[in-house]
């Protein structure tokens, strides 16, 4: 255990954060308290409404997580208010650190210009240490010229600059991420290393596997010897879902199923539902982290055909066997054997990939042996000690 005489606040002001999630912004604060320090998280007023979709609070707040963090909720500068909402100035962050006296920040992106305010509390308090991971590449953001030339290359890179000196590391949650802050930032290779997102491992109900399991595909009248392909998260045109269920829909096999949870993009929602009534496809909606958890551990194949999310991690940490779209630099997910890759934006490739696996129930044995040992690899119990193991 830590002395629990320290401190660590979590900064959540360069994105999100959403209240009992299990995104990574929820889950190291819980393990960091569950490893004995005081934790406290300040974040924006950024999150999600009940259907999943981003809702930007209505006031500042002060409450606590069902773990027992801290949580201070903290609005942009309201002088020249759009500015420092595209910018990220907030209310009073230097005030609310000194109240707090964290002897350890970790700084959930870079990308806001009141970086400049925890350096100046760095600058008071020398000894405190000071981490910050990444979750930005070329993938999720800088896609537009403002974003990429603008932000990214002039505004993040001069916060990225201005810490790299004082940060005792900088974390990429993938490889490609990690490769984002050495060429977009330009800081030094050796500065920066992977801390994998993961699964919140202690919340797995590993005991109750059999009867989830059986209630999930029970409610769905798919048996217990069928074959079940789970996929879903926030679904629109780039996660390639409408391809997995043309796939299933070419194999035509009666025991093979797919069950989609999230949400669906408005600008998606035609397309998808001229093919959600199809055989064997079962839209479930939008699910919590616990519920998302049940659907992944009744399944026997997880695929996510199309862009990187937090789900390709999860699934991972829960040794559940895998179909990822190959990206370069997102192949951290690879133990050798728990998972496949696909090469194209192809129903046909997608097929054959689902149809070698159903198969040959050897090599998927064997599959399920490698997802399993590979798994705690993307535990964040083993990850949150990782990310300050130098403490």
Not at 211 to 225: C, P, T
Not at 318 to 332: A, E, I
Request: proline content about 3%.
């Amino acid at each position: 255990m830590a002395d629990c005489r320290k401190k660590i606040v979590h900064l959540c002001l360069a994105s999100f954060f959403i209240d009992n999630y299990s995104y990574q912004e929820n889950i190291l604060p819980r393990y960091h308290k569950i490893m004995g320090y005081d934790v406290t998280i300040i974040a924006s007023l950024v999150s999600f409404d009940k259907n999943g979709r981003y809702i930007l609070l209505p006031h500042e707040d002060q409450y606590c997580t069902i773990d027992g963090c801290k949580v201070l909720r903290v609005n942009y500068n309201s002088f020249f208010y759009k500015f420092n909402k595209l910018l990220r100035r907030y209310n009073s962050l230097y005030s609310l650190l000194m109240n707090e006296r964290p002897d350890i920040i970790f700084i959930h992106g870079v990308q806001f210009l009141d970086i400049t305010k925890v350096l100046r509390y760095k600058r008071h308090f020398p000894l405190v240490k000071l981490y910050c991971d990444n979750h930005a590449d070329w993938i999720n953001s800088a896609t537009n010229f403002i974003s990429k030339n603008i932000l990214h290359k002039i505004v993040w890179k001069y916060c990225a600059k201005k810490l790299e000196p004082h940060v005792e590391c900088f974390y990429g949650v993938t490889p490609l991420r990690c490769e984002f802050l050495s060429k977009m930032y330009k800081l030094p290779a050796d500065r920066i290393r992977l801390l994998p997102m993961g699964v919140d491992d202690l919340a797995i109900p590993w005991g109750d596997r059999d009867e989830i399991n059986l209630s999930i595909r029970s409610s769905l009248s798919i048996s217990v010897d069928d074959f079940l392909i789970v996929t879903g998260g926030k679904i629109d045109e780039k996660k390639n879902i409408h391809m997995l269920i043309k796939a299933v829909k070419k194999l035509s096999y009666e025991n093979i199923h797919l069950i989609i949870f999230g949400t669906i993009a408005t600008s998606f929602k035609k397309d998808m539902e001229q093919l959600l009534h199809l055989p064997n496809v079962y839209f479930v909606g939008w699910k919590n982290s616990e519920q998302v958890m049940k659907y992944l551990l009744s399944a026997d194949l997880a695929i996510f055909p199309g862009t990187h999310s937090v789900l390709w991690e999860q699934a991972v940490g829960l040794g559940l066997p895998s179909v990822f779209k190959y990206w370069n630099g997102m192949t951290h997910v690879d133990g050798g054997g728990n998972c496949s890759f696909l090469k194209s934006d192809n129903v046909d490739e997608i097929a054959d990939v689902i149809e070698q696996i159903y198969l040959f129930p050897k090599a998927f044995q064997q599959m399920k042996n490698s997802a399993l040992a590979f798994s705690a690899n993307f535990h964040y119990s083993n990850i949150a000690k990782k990310s300050i193991e130098n403490v």
